[in-house]
């Protein structure tokens, strides 16, 4: 089965630029999506096809895919940026969403 | 806004069943496929079936398959998902998600709160 990694966490100062990866086989021939969860909240989407943005997300949020890996980049992170992130794939070969395991954003 | 509301959670025994729902509002709920994702605690997230927004077609996780069903009633706004043969490892918040296409698998564009299913003797 397909599988995502991600790195269990990630930290950065505010102000600076978080990049947060997702590694796959070939996920570049897929589109990636990213989640972004609080605790005790659900899941919000914050990008989509590997790098679009669902409107009130804030351009600081971007995405990019290539090869084995896809990366969420968050500039100029602020307080309100630490949460889980979550990356996600369609996988047809097995008919199975697949998510990656997570990372967790500190922000210092 | 546009929502989603679970509910059906609780306490249930091993080996007992339970159905879950959820209801939709304020979009048009037979135009898109739908999700259940859960997520025991402290854990990430884990996709457990999906349907199509006619219901023709329904993918399960490898954990769930044979056990878990999941069915929508377009008239009611309402997803569902039955699950039986309830094991530990079913343990955690259970969310219902939007799909943001009709038929293909594609982002999760709305999440409902989550409702916390519990399977303990």
């Known amino acids: 089965s397909y599988v995502l990694t991600q790195p269990p966490s990630v930290s950065v100062a505010p102000g600076k630029t978080a990049r947060i990866t997702c590694g796959g086989n070939n996920i570049g021939s897929k589109s990636v999506h990213w989640y972004q969860q609080k605790p005790g909240q659900a899941p919000v989407l914050v990008i989509y096809n590997d790098g679009d943005r669902p409107s009130g997300i804030p351009e600081r949020f971007s995405g990019s895919n290539s090869g084995n890996t896809a990366t969420l980049t968050i500039s100029r992170v602020e307080a309100g940026d630490e949460a889980d992130y979550y990356c996600q794939v369609w996988d047809s070969g097995s008919d199975h969403v697949v998510f990656g395991g997570g990372t967790k954003l500190t922000v210092l | 806004q546009v929502q989603l509301v679970e509910s059906g959670g609780g306490v249930v025994q091993p080996g007992g069943s339970l159905r879950l729902s959820c209801a939709a509002s304020r979009f048009t709920f037979r135009n898109y496929g739908m999700h259940w994702v859960r997520q025991a605690p402290g854990k990430g997230l884990e996709w457990v079936a999906f349907t199509r927004y006619d219901g023709s077609n329904k993918y399960y996780a490898d954990s769930v398959k044979g056990r878990f069903t999941i069915s929508r009633d377009n008239s009611k706004n309402t997803l569902y998902l039955q699950m039986n043969s309830l094991r530990a490892e079913d343990t955690a918040v259970y969310y219902c998600?939007?799909?943001?296409?009709?038929?293909?698998?594609?982002?999760?564009?709305?999440w409902g709160q989550g409702t916390m299913l519990t399977v303990s003797s």
């Open positions: 998600a939007k799909d943001s296409t009709r038929g293909t698998i594609d982002a999760f564009d709305i």
